[in-house]
């Protein structure tokens, strides 16, 4: 999916400047809300029953961050 970012912005600065036209193009991830997909990691956790598992395990080779934006936050700052 990375390869398909870069492609279009790839794409949008060959456009800007062949026709010189300014484009700006913003990349949002994890954003959130009531129509989320399912398969986002956050929706993933809040289903996870603490009850019945103990501990989650991340095999990763560095430090995990995340940070989520609720998808009303991402709109009053863009407008």
């Known amino acids: 999916m990375g390869q398909n970012k870069k492609a279009n912005e790839n794409m949008y600065h060959s456009y ?8 700006n193009c913003f990349r949002f991830f994890t954003v ?3 129509y989320g997909r399912p398969d986002m990691a956050l929706f993933k956790f809040v289903r996870f ?3 019945k598992i103990k501990k989650l395990i991340f095999i990763t080779m560095e ?3 995340r940070d989520f934006t609720y998808i009303s936050d991402l709109i009053q700052a863009l407008v």
């Open 16 to 23: 800007s400047h062949l026709f010189e036209i300014p484009i």
């Open 49 to 51: 029953d603490v009850r």
């Open 63 to 65: 430090i995990m961050k």
């Open 32 to 34: 959130y809300g009531p």
